[in-house]
């Protein structure tokens, strides 16, 4: 083999499985239940089959224009088959990413929230909340219990791309969000405890989110989880004020 094809050469599978398996290892040590680093190990898997996926599907090469309209013909009609493969490999990589882990269930039905996914949801909302606020002294556990009712409004499958639909959420609705919390976060004259409480906390970003794309099924989980009714009703009249 020259240099070329050294610089060239793929990862073969025994490779690949060994890196998993090293990370696992690692991840073991520093106290990571197996069960979620697979389950977060699978989904970086699919996501780069599906990035791979929409980078190709964007940018087909064209056949070579000397080789004839037959010839670009089956060259479209071979890279076109190959993408569409790559697509569908993608999507099986998510769903054994997200019914493999610790609260294994059907990809598109609700279940109970793991670990792993409740972690990936701090990790979301927590940089978008400061873009808009500063930090909080709103007690921690409000956190768990609040995200825990927004997650259960979600299947496996749709919490697995719910930070981008976060980021997405916040960027078409950045103006009215700062609006939002200059008037009623930290900083504001409003205080962290009663009807505007939530406005201090990091998870209000996903219950705004949730309440515009899902408003019945909070509600169900929010009284399910018999949190405060009226963080709930504050956001929801904050949110009405700062439009």
Known sequence: MNTADEGRQQLDAASVLNAKSTLLQLLARAGVYTGDAEELIGLVEAGALALAYEELDDNVRSAPEEKGALYASGWSDGARAVTEELGAVAERAL??????????????????????????????????????????????????????????????????????????????????????????????PIAIHGRYSLVHSATSVAVLE?????????????????????????????????D
Not at 215 to 226: G, R, T, Y
């Open 95 to 188: 769903v054994r990413a997200v019914t493999s882990g610790p609260t294994a269930s059907s990809p598109d039905e609700r279940s109970p929230v793991g670990r792993a996914e409740m972690e990936r949801a701090k990790v979301a909302v927590t940089p978008l909340y400061l873009s808009f606020a500063e930090v909080s002294d709103l007690d921690p556990e409000v956190t768990e219990q609040v995200l825990g009712a927004v997650l259960r409004t979600m299947s496996p499958r749709q919490r697995a791309g719910y930070p981008g639909r976060l980021t997405q959420f916040a960027s078409a609705h950045r103006g009215h969000l700062e609006r939002l919390y200059a008037e009623y976060g930290p900083g504001s």
């Open 210 to 242: 949730r309440l515009a794309v899902t408003p019945s099924a909070l509600h169900e989980e929010w009284d399910a989880a018999e949190l405060p009714p009226a963080w709930l009703d504050g956001l929801t009249t904050a949110w009405g004020s700062a």
